[in-house]
């Protein structure tokens, strides 16, 4: 089991940045590929980014490629996502997710343990 808590949402204006953080409990964290995925209102679940279990391949969703990245520390079993020039359409509540399959997937079906999300709101 693996219970997963971010934090480091918030309200900026666009062009800022943000740092989330998603703090799991749980032995076999350095095991799991982890990614974060977000939801604005009235639409679906999206993809964000992922990491393996040993943070050696990340992947990005084209809208916020070169603007996150995301980064793990096995040791303080955290997952963070540092999002810069961040933008309106950026506004979305994020989810951090843990998956067994260690590489990190794309599909959130993939993932097998879900946080209940920080909200992230960027002013025009």
């Known amino acids: 089991q693996v219970q997963l808590v971010e934090s480091g949402g918030g309200l900026v204006q666009a062009g800022g940045s943000l740092r989330l953080s998603c703090a799991a409990s749980g032995r076999t964290f350095s095991s799991y590929g982890m990614g974060w995925f977000r939801q604005a209102p009235g639409k679906e679940r999206e993809f964000v980014a992922a990491?393996?279990?040993?943070?050696?391949?990340?992947y990005y969703a084209d809208s916020v490629k070169g603007r996150f990245t995301i980064s793990r520390d096995n040791a303080k079993n955290t997952v963070y996502l540092r999002m810069n020039s961040l933008k309106p359409e950026d506004t979305a509540v994020y989810y951090c997710?843990?998956?067994?399959?260690?590489?990190?997937?794309?599909?959130?079906?993939?993932?097998?343990?879900w946080g209940q999300g920080t909200q992230v709101t960027v002013s025009s």
């Open positions: 997710a843990a998956a067994r399959a260690g590489w990190g997937p794309r599909n959130g079906y993939d993932y097998d343990y």
């Open positions: 990491i393996s279990w040993s943070g050696g391949s990340t």
